[in-house]
């Protein structure tokens, strides 16, 4: 049960940042904006490196000066299986009027929820795998540190939430329409997570290339999306920094509880 609510933590952060448009007006500051993504951008990095990489290298410690290979491999399938997402599921990013991936009629909201549920699946993906590694008994992963990870994901998951919903709300959607539309884009973590547990018997095996295949997809959304948004036009010192709280309050969270 406890595994249960730590799948669920970060789609919880989703649907508290997409309830913000009940409180909010119809369109989030910019500068706001460029914060959010910043520090979305800083946890990930974090939790990539401290999370994953770091627990994979250590899984295969073994190897000796060779343990690096799971983790590097697994890396960059992550990278390549984010690069074909991107290339095959048509969605829509911020700020921007042409859609990524095959052209397609699906509506504007559709392809932007789309864009952040791609974000989501790697994340789910690392909670299963983490909490998969916690209840295998591996030294290198603990419950605590699962549980770590999980309250980093929902915390950068708030501003995901509001960064979604928000603009739904600026289009003219209905509060509650964009409020669901915001919390469903955040569906897909516990999933996916749900399912890495499923098969965490046949999982337990390439435990390491599966986190360093986690890291690798969240890196490729943060180079590939957030840093871009968070950098673009003015101020963009704001996303810099508010990277910089991301990436130190993850890294606390995850030496403190791992």
Not at 12 to 21: D, E, R, S, W, Y
Not at 92 to 109: A, F, M, R, W, Y
Not at 191 to 217: E, S
Request: net charge negative; charged share 10%; hydrophobic share 55%.
């Amino acid at each position: 049960m406890n595994v249960f609510w730590g799948l669920m933590i970060p789609f919880f952060g989703t649907t508290l940042g997409a309830a913000c448009v009940f409180f909010m007006k119809k369109e989030l500051n910019p500068l706001v904006q460029k914060g959010f993504l910043g520090f979305a951008a800083g946890v990930m990095v974090a939790a990539s490196v401290w999370s994953l990489l770091i627990p994979a290298m250590d899984m295969n410690a073994r190897m000796g000066r060779l343990a690096f290979i799971p983790a590097a491999v697994g890396f960059l399938i992550g990278i390549g299986f984010l690069l074909f997402m991107d290339r095959t599921v048509p969605h829509l990013h911020l700020d921007s009027e042409e859609n990524e991936g095959p052209k397609c009629n699906l509506k504007k909201t559709t392809m932007l929820v789309l864009a952040v549920t791609l974000h989501n699946i790697p994340e789910g993906l690392s909670a299963g795998a983490v909490f998969a590694g916690a209840l295998s008994g591996n030294e290198t992963v603990t419950m605590a540190g699962a549980f770590a990870l999980a309250i980093g994901i929902a915390i950068q998951n708030f501003p995901e939430g509001a960064i979604i919903s928000m603009p739904l709300r600026g289009n003219g959607m209905s509060r509650r329409k964009s409020f669901v539309y915001g919390t469903a884009s955040g569906a897909v973590e516990p999933i996916a997570g749900g399912l890495t547990l499923l098969l965490a018997k046949y999982i337990t095996p390439v435990l390491p290339y599966l986190l360093a295949f986690a890291a690798g997809a969240m890196i490729y959304v943060v180079v590939e999306e957030l840093i871009p948004e968070a950098s673009e036009g003015e101020h963009s010192n704001i996303g810099t920094l508010a990277f910089a709280g991301g990436f130190v309050l993850m890294m606390v969270l995850d030496v403190a509880l791992g």
